[in-house]
């Protein structure tokens, strides 16, 4: 859904959400933070952007009439 | 095991099936108005840590219950918002807050992990709680575990039993006809699913500060129970009384699971532990198996008495959806 069903830009995205798992276990370490916060900006991102991509259907929508 | 163990154990049983008696009521009357609301398992997590934290700063039972229940109608409010006006998926949002609100409870409950605080105290029923046997198992409990009690009746009665509830069923099956006989879908829509959002929300502070009291992050024990909830809504066929029937089961199980690890020493403990959720898979598999195609071929191989008597039984536990769930609706 975020990738709008296009393989291409999945692996790019696949490689971001593997980035930020892997970067979650440095997270306690390097920031002093606990690892869950990857977890809450992974959710974070994945509902803004569904959040947006709904938003911006409903203004096309409503300019349509 | 003597009598009087058994009754504590059964008792027991009762006491923990009440908050999934709440999440799975809940998700019901959610799901009756035709939406899914897939975030069970981290709405109640991040209210039990939320409860669980306003009771230990303000020292209040009742603000940590109304906090729970006001996480449980947010969340479900970004369902509703989401799905409802910005016609997104269900099931996607649903499912992507669960992740979040769970991670969102261990990142800000770290600094209340192991704490002491308040507890519900059991309130035994005069009267009522000295009859024999039923009395130390119905109402020696908390007042939430009673709640629960009311809950099943109350959204037994509400759904099928008034107006609004055959409101509620016509904008869960056919909002078009709904909407036609004079129904807000969307407005009713909205209300259930906060609705439901909120006693979802009153599962976590049960656990936080009853079943299980105080907040431990990811070893408190409450990961999955959401998923639960929401295979005993359709274990119950969107029926508050079945779906309650469903969770003393599972409470059931999880204590067998207890029980029988001494007498039988060469399974190993895990096993009876996990036992009650593939034990729910499996039930699912039932209920919602009677209506596949490739059953009626294969059971017509069967002998004619064979047959007839695995349909009825199949026929006798298959629930069906209601028909608009998880459909958005739009006025023409």
Known sequence: MLVNFQVVPAAFVAFFFAALNIGSIQLPIVLKLDSTLSGVLQGSLVLFVLAMEGARRRLVRLREG | MDLAAIIIGLAGVMATAAPVIFATVGETLSERSGVINLSVNGTIILSAMTSFAVAVST??????????????ALVALIVAFTSLTLHQSQVAVGFVLTLTTASLAYFLGNPIMGLSG??????PLPLLSEIPILGPLFFQHTPLVYLSYLLIAGAWFWIF???????LQGVGERPAAAFARGGNV???????????GALVGLAGPTYSLG????????????????????????????????AALGAYLFALLQWLGLVLQPSLPGIPSQVLQVAPFPLMILTLLLVTIG??????RTLAGLPEDARRLVTRGLRSLY??????LGTPFEKE
């Open chain 2, 211 to 242: 079943v299980k009291a105080g907040w431990k992050g990811t070893i408190s024990g409450l990961d999955g129970i959401g998923w639960i909830a929401l295979a005993l809504t359709i274990f119950g066929g969107w029926d508050p009384l079945r």
């Open chain 2, 291 to 296: 209506n596949a195609d490739w059953v009626s």
């Open chain 2, 161 to 167: 039993k008034t107006r609004p509830g055959l409101m």
């Open chain 2, 186 to 196: 969307r407005r009713l829509r909205y209300f259930y699913t906060i609705l439901g």
């Open chain 2, 59 to 72: 020292e209040s039972l009742f603000l940590g219950f109304v906090a729970g229940m006001i996480v449980g």
């Open chain 2, 319 to 324: 629930v069906s959806p209601p028909a608009g």
């Open chain 2, 118 to 123: 308040p507890r519900v105290r059991s309130l």
